[in-house]
Nanobody
């Protein structure tokens, strides 16, 4: 199992930037993919961005060109740099880890991002 702790959320005006961080602990050598989901009020959780152990990235169309996912030098850390934020980016951002051979995804507790217009 992997434990995930997010940080970096907050309140920002439209057009501003935030950087989210996620630190994994536990069975980190088994992690294949890490990334971020977002859940807006009253909506389902949706994938924002992901990065594989090899460094391949994937983004939701709504954030391409604005968000950048990266991994730290210590491979148990993942970042999400969010620029040109919009009010529709508001939601709880959850870090996740997908482990080789696991039957379920590990989740963090989430960090709130609020973008005011």
């Amino acid at each position: 199992q992997v434990q995930l702790v997010e940080s970096g959320g907050g309140l920002v005006q439209a057009g501003g930037s935030l950087r989210l961080s996620c630190v994994a602990s536990g069975s980190i050598s088994s992690i294949n993919v890490m990334g971020w989901y977002r859940q807006a009020p009253g909506k389902q959780r949706e994938l924002v961005a992901s990065i594989t152990r090899g460094g391949s990235t994937n983004y939701a169309d709504s954030v391409k060109g604005r968000f950048t996912i990266s991994r730290g030098n210590i491979k148990n850390t993942v970042y999400l740099q969010m620029n040109s934020l919009k009010p529709e980016d508001t939601g709880v951002f959850y870090c996740y880890a997908d482990r080789w051979g696991a039957t379920m995804i590990d989740w963090g507790r989430g960090t709130q991002v609020t973008v005011s217009s």
